[in-house]
Nanobody, 111 residues
Framework: QVQLVESGGGLVQAGGSLRLSCAAS????????MGWYRQAPGKQREWVAR???????NYADSVKGRFTISRDNAKNTVYLQVNSLKPEDIAVYYC?????WGQGTQVTVSS
């Protein structure tokens, strides 16, 4: 069983930054890829970023250059640094590992 707990969301002005965290417990953390997804109101959940066990990263075009995914295997935590936030980034952000999901953390951007 894997448990994922996101934190770090909040309300920021456009252009601001947040650091989202996802703490994992349960099965081995370091051996799997981890991902961040988001779901905006009235829209389907979409993939945002991914980091492999070897620290290879990939990003959706919409966030490339603004968001950075990283992981700390010693803390069983994956991070998403979100910079230059735009109103279109408003969503609930979810952490993913294999078939497991966290409960999400809300990011709201005021224009």
């Amino acid at each position: 069983q894997v448990q994922l707990v996101e934190s770090g969301g909040g309300l920021v002005q456009a252009g601001g930054s947040l650091r989202l965290s996802c703490a994992a417990s349960g099965r081995s953390f370091s051996g799997n890829a981890m991902g961040w997804y988001r779901q905006a109101p009235g829209k389907q959940r979409e993939w945002v970023a991914r980091i492999t066990s070897g620290d290879t990263t990939n990003y959706a075009d919409s966030v490339k250059g603004r968001f950075t995914i990283s992981r700390d295997n010693a803390k069983n935590t994956v991070y998403l640094q979100v910079n230059s936030l735009k109103p279109e980034d408003i969503a609930v952000y979810y952490c993913n590992k294999m078939a497991y999901w966290g409960q999400g953390t809300q990011v709201t951007v005021s224009s």
